[in-house]
C-alpha cells in the first residue's frame, strides 16, 4: 500500500477539501451535500476526496476543529485591544456583543453550520463532536462571563452568578445572529439597541452620595 501524501502539497488539499465542504454545509446542509459535490467543488476526483477523509463526518469534525481554531484567533485579537487602554467591565461586556455581531457578519459561514441542527443530532452519538461544540460555546460564553465578573469586583455591573448571566447575554446575541443567519431580519438594524438594551440589562446603578 503506498504512503499517504504529506508536505505542503497534501496539506494544501486537504485545506481545499475543508474550504469547499464548509461552504457546501453552510449553504446546502450537512445531509444534502454529498462528498461528490465536495469533490467537483474542489476540481478533483472523488478518490482524492476519501483519501484525506473517510466519510462526510470525518470532513465536519475536521471542519468543527478548525471554526474552533478561527474562534479562538478571533478572540485573541479581540483581546489585544483591552492591553492599550483600561475599560470598566460593562463597557468589556459590550465589546463582547459587538464582537460577536462583526464576527457574524464576517465570518457567516462559521454561524450557518453551528445554527444548523445536523451537529447537534452528531453530537448525540459522536463523543469528538460533543467535545468541540462544548468548546466552541464555551468560549464565547466565557467572554461573557469574564467581562461580568470584572464589572461585578468593580461595581460597574449588577450582582448575580456570572455564569448564568453570560449563558442569558450568548442565548440574547446568538438569537439575533440566528434571525439574521435565516434572512429573517438585518441583523446590522438591530446593533445599537442589543448594546443600549444590554447596558440597561447589566449596569449598576451608582449609590447615591
Known sequence: MPKKATGPRAASKRDDILKAATALFAAKGFRDTTMGEVAARVGAAGSTVFYHFKT???IFLAILERVEEEIRQALHEHELQFCKRPVTGIERVLAVVDFLLRLA?????IFLILHHRFPYELAVANPTCRQRLEQIHTLFTGLF???VRLGQAEGSVIPGDPRRIAMVLFALVDGI???H??????AGALYYEALALTRRMLEKE???P
Do not use: N
Open 181 to 186: 443567519t435565516f434572512h429573517l431580519y438585518e
Open 56 to 58: 462526510k463526518e470525518d
Open 105 to 109: 457578519g464576517s465570518r457567516a459561514e
Open 177 to 179: 445572529i440566528k434571525v
Open 206 to 208: 451608582p449609590h447615591p
Open 145 to 147: 462571563e469574564e467581562a
